[in-house]
């Protein structure tokens, strides 16, 4: 079947599914397969729960006339996606849609959620959902995207080379944002270079399209990165578009922007003074979509973080920063760094071990433990199996569970606490 008319039936089957567990009455499933699982095997079963069509790879054993066989299902969910993308492209007489493409090391959920606030205060806009920022996730994305969109947000995520080269073919960005480049998957991109070089393919495809990036000004580095790009907006502490500065971090951040009615106060409810570089870069979009600054500034204010990503929790006389969500060696320096020169006496440290990071581990996580004995703390708690051939002198775990039983015995009272760790040692469990 051509992609023609592939593209017929989602726009009578708007929906589609991977998963047939989650699978509702009407929706295109969509037959993935991977090392560990073969949708395929579930095509049939997919029709009988409601499915409106099966689009499958491999010879399945039945003659409905609802299974539709093609050469890749993944290629295919990515190819519709792509044209779906294209019918936002208008004639020149019109008004392009905005397509925002954001990635980095650290910060690009947050920053996505950030922009789709302060966008969402004036602008019909749709953005990727949690974090489905892969070769799977970014075409599912474009294709929940409706005809009444004004802008669109894309997060995208890499582990890899050629992979942000890859999700541009389809995504087709206007504008992006490189939030940093830190020492993240290390293991799939060999170096920070190639970090760079990976996290630059976004910029590369704008400098060829015309497009606008948003830069980070404070950071040689994109500046360099970003250079030959048709259209820059930059943001930053200083010789910006748009500055800032970091007015109170004690508690939740408070920053002070310079704006065009004098200096704009926003009161968020984020933790750690990280996160400026976030505020600074939705403020600098909203302004450039000519979003006045009250709207930015409430849209800011109103923003509550969840899915514990920089969430300051208050629960029984204690303070915790559940920042649990992902962690690499740029991300817990800025925590922790963050965390010990916030107030408060009694501080606890419950950091679960790194992921992706290939021959680099073991030095990375050495120098964490390093940098974790220059403060002074209540407890440190380490989790994982990084952690324990190194020598040091803190409590360590094999898995947050264990760490969970620990936690409860201690019946912590006006505490501080920090929880962070990669997404798969469940630090968040402590607290459950």
């Not at 969509?30 to 689009?55: C, H, M, R, S, T």
């Not at 799939?188 to 976004?202: D, P, Q, T, V, Y």
């Not at 920063?321 to 408060?344: Q, R, T, V």
């Amino acid at each position: 079947m051509q992609i023609q008319e592939l593209y017929k039936l989602y726009l009578n089957h708007p929906s589609i599914q991977t998963d047939t567990r989650k699978l509702k009455a009407g929706d295109l499933y969509f037959a993935l397969k991977g090392p560990n699982f073969n949708g395929n095997q579930f095509a049939i079963q997919a029709l009988a729960d409601g499915a409106a069509y099966a689009i499958v790879d491999e010879e399945i054993d039945n003659t409905n006339n609802r299974i539709i066989k093609v050469g890749d299902v993944l290629l295919t969910l990515q190819n519709l996606a792509l044209h779906h993308r294209r019918q936002f492209i208008l004639s020149a007489s019109e008004k392009q849609v905005p397509f925002i493409a954001v990635t980095g090391s650290n910060g690009k959920t947050t920053s996505k959620e950030l922009i789709h606030a302060v966008l969402s205060s004036t602008y019909k806009n749709y953005t990727t959902e949690g974090n489905l920022n892969n070769h799977i996730g970014i075409p599912l994305t474009i294709l929940k995207i409706k005809k009444d969109a004004e802008i669109a947000i894309i997060e995208m995520g890499a582990n890899h080379l050629k992979e942000i080269e890859g999700y541009c073919k389809y995504a087709m960005p206007t504008h992006g944002v490189i939030t940093n480049c830190g020492k993240a998957h290390l293991e799939g991109f060999g170096s920070e270079a190639g970090i760079r070089k990976g996290k630059g393919e976004l910029f590369d495809y704008l400098k060829l399209h015309n497009g606008t990036a948003f830069v980070m000004w404070d950071y040689e580095y994109l500046q360099k990165m970003s250079a030959g790009i048709a259209n820059i907006i930059t943001y930053g502490t200083h010789d910006a578009t748009v500055t800032g500065s970091v007015k109170n971090s004690a508690g939740l951040l408070e920053v002070s922007i310079s704006a065009d009615a004098g200096v704009m106060i926003i009161k968020t409810n984020l933790v750690g003074e990280y996160n400026l570089p976030n505020v600074l870069l939705a403020v600098a979009i909203g302004q450039y979509f000519n979003i006045p600054d009250e709207k930015i500034k409430a849209a800011l204010e109103n923003y509550v973080p969840s899915n514990s990503r920089s969430q300051l929790i208050e629960k029984d006389s204690n303070k915790i920063i559940l920042d649990a969500y992902n962690a690499n060696p740029s991300s817990m320096k800025a925590a922790i760094e963050n965390f010990a020169n916030m107030d408060g006496a009694d501080k606890v440290l419950a950091l679960g071990g790194m992921k992706e990071l290939g021959t680099s581990s073991a030095i990375e996580h050495q120098y964490l433990i390093d940098l974790i004995s220059k403060f002074k703390w209540k407890n440190v708690v380490l989790v994982g199996d990084e952690f324990s051939k190194l020598k040091h002198s803190y409590l360590h775990f094999d898995n947050s569970l264990k760490a969970k039983e620990w936690y409860a015995d201690q019946n912590f009272t006006n505490t501080n606490i920090l929880i962070k760790g990669s997404r798969s040692t469940q630090m968040e469990k402590l607290i459950e």
